[in-house]
Antibody, heavy 118, light 113 residues
Framework: QVTLKESGPALVKPTQTLTLTCTFSGFSLSTTEMRVNWIRQPPGKALEWLARIDWDDDKFYSTSLKTRLTISKDTSRNQVVLMMTNMDPVDTATYYC??????????WGQGTQVTVSS | DIVMTQSPDSLAVSLGERATINCKSSQSVLYSSNNKNYLAWFQQKPGQPPKLLIYWASTRESGVPDRFSGSGSGTDFSLTISSLQAEDVAVYYCQQSYNTPYTFGQGTKLEIK
């Protein structure tokens, strides 16, 4: 059974750096063609893709956010970490991680809510 | 970036009737090397993460009821629910995975008339 779970602070202050962890089970990020993505969703708004890391450590980022994002993996611990710098209230959202194997996002975590406020 | 545009933004359909949601991409998402369209459909209910319904434009994910179907190729796609059930009330998103940055449509809210 494939599961993913996001964790991190529920509240961050403006200008701080957000660090989120996706802990997964049921698959290995060392398997060829395996990928993990981060997606966010502001309250009442649409989904926005943020970043992707691949089994071979290739990394891809949102065009508008790439200067603020860093994605990394710890294959032995089955974790993917997303860092987002210089947080702003507009970054308030639910942040999801999702597995992609063969291209499609076939398994998602429940999401973690992050509020940016002083 | 590829822009995904859904229509309509909201839709109200009677129980048992057909519902169709459209999605248009700003460039083709068809890979000529394998003839697959990298277009997926997701269903999201309140307080839940998105659920994959359809991938490669028309392949139903395991466990998804057969009243859900996807069609289209290139830049124009549709999701059809053949006979709307109460549990289908949700927001539906299309998404392209043709290239990064991946992009989603703005969502279509489906309600019961």
């Amino acid at each position: 059974q494939v599961t993913l779970k996001e964790s991190g602070p529920a509240l961050v202050k403006p200008t701080q750096t957000l660090t989120l962890t996706c802990t997964f089970s049921g698959f290995s990020l060392s398997t060829t063609e395996m990928r993990v993505n981060w997606i966010r969703q502001p309250p009442g708004k649409a989904l926005e893709w943020l970043a992707r890391i691949d089994w071979d450590d290739d990394k891809f980022y949102s065009t508008s956010l790439k200067t603020r994002l860093t994605i990394s993996k710890d294959t032995s611990r089955n974790q993917v970490v997303l860092m987002m710098t210089n947080m702003d209230p507009v970054d308030t959202a639910t942040y999801y991680c999702a597995r992609a194997y063969g291209g499609q996002f076939d398994a998602w975590g429940q999401g973690t809510q992050v509020t940016v406020s002083s | 970036d590829i822009v995904m545009t859904q229509s309509p933004d909201s839709l109200a359909v009677s129980l048992g009737e057909r519902a169709t949601i459209n999605c248009k991409s700003s460039q083709s998402v068809l890979y000529s090397s394998n003839n697959k369209n990298y277009l997926a459909w997701f269903q999201q209910k309140p307080g839940q993460p998105p659920k994959l319904l359809i991938y490669w434009a028309s392949t139903r994910e395991s466990g998804v009821p057969d009243r859900f179907s996807g069609s289209g190729s290139g830049t124009d796609f549709s999701l059809t629910i053949s006979s709307l059930q109460a549990e289908d009330v949700a927001v539906y998103y299309c998404q392209q995975s043709y290239n990064t940055p991946y992009t989603f449509g703005q969502g279509t809210k489906l309600e019961i008339k």
